[in-house]
């Protein structure tokens, strides 16, 4: 039984700048596990109805049906114990969802404030409006506004990324020895970058600029298939 995967995609198909759905990309990929991929945009809600609610990712593997890409983290870990580990163990799980919750708010947060103008720029038509229109409630500003001092969003995020390219001064993965779901989660983020600004978020020489690398490599170039925008 193939598991069917819901993501979003921008102004073409090849364009699959969501951090979030990065994240279970990749972990479907660890596990090894083939899957069909079912592309919405932000207004065809209705192709996740059925899900019940309005967010992706979603995965559906056979009855099951799961979405948020922490609760499919969790999910292929235990339905698939056999396959590679995510997490490790219960430890490398509960750290892991520090990282989870730390990556979504403050990571994702500043990553926003440098990308949002950019991420319109690159939509789809039929998006504009309702991207649009969700974020400048959501911040209370326009999306010029929200990225108007560029230069000093960039240098927050790179604030905020300092201690994890300490972390890959020490080791090559954030999951130790090989990649595990703490790196798709800071990936996920380097993701929604590459696909929409021109912008590095590591400084080349950096360690981690060498693991962005390491991980655009990962399971047959899988990163790369997005094109980006700053090559
Ligand atoms: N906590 C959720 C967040 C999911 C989320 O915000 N997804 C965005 C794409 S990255 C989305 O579907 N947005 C649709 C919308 O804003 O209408 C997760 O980690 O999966």
Not at 181 to 202: C, E, K, M
């Amino acid at each position: 039984m193939t598991i069917t995967f819901y993501e979003l995609a921008g102004a073409t198909d090849a364009l699959r700048f969501s951090p979030n759905t990065w994240r279970a990309r990749m972990a479907l990929a660890h596990k090894g596990l083939a899957h069909d991929t079912e592309l919405c945009r932000f207004i065809e809600k209705d192709k996740i109805a059925f899900s019940g609610q309005k967010l992706v990712p979603v995965i559906r593997d056979g009855d099951a049906v799961v979405c948020d890409s922490w609760a499919i983290a969790c999910y292929l870990e235990d339905r698939y114990p056999d396959r590679p580990s995510l997490f490790g163990c219960d430890v490398g799980r509960a750290t892991t969802r520090f990282m989870n919750v730390w990556t979504s708010t403050v990571l994702h947060g500043a990553l926003a404030r440098l990308l949002l103008a950019e991420i319109h720029a690159n939509l789809h038509e039929m998006d504009k409006a309702y991207f649009r229109e969700t974020r400048e409630k959501r911040f209370g500003k326009t999306l010029e506004q929200i990225c108007a001092d560029r230069k000093g969003n960039l240098a927050s995020v790179r604030q905020l990324l300092a201690p994890v390219d300490a972390t890959l001064g020490q080791q090559d993965w954030l999951g130790g020895d090989g990649p595990a779901y703490a790196d798709y989660l800071i990936f996920g983020g380097f993701q929604w970058a590459r696909a929409v600004s021109p912008d590095a978020l590591a400084e080349p020489g950096a360690p981690l600029h060498a693991w962005n690398e390491r991980m655009l490599d990962l399971y047959d170039g899988l990163g790369r298939s997005l094109p980006a925008k700053n090559e």
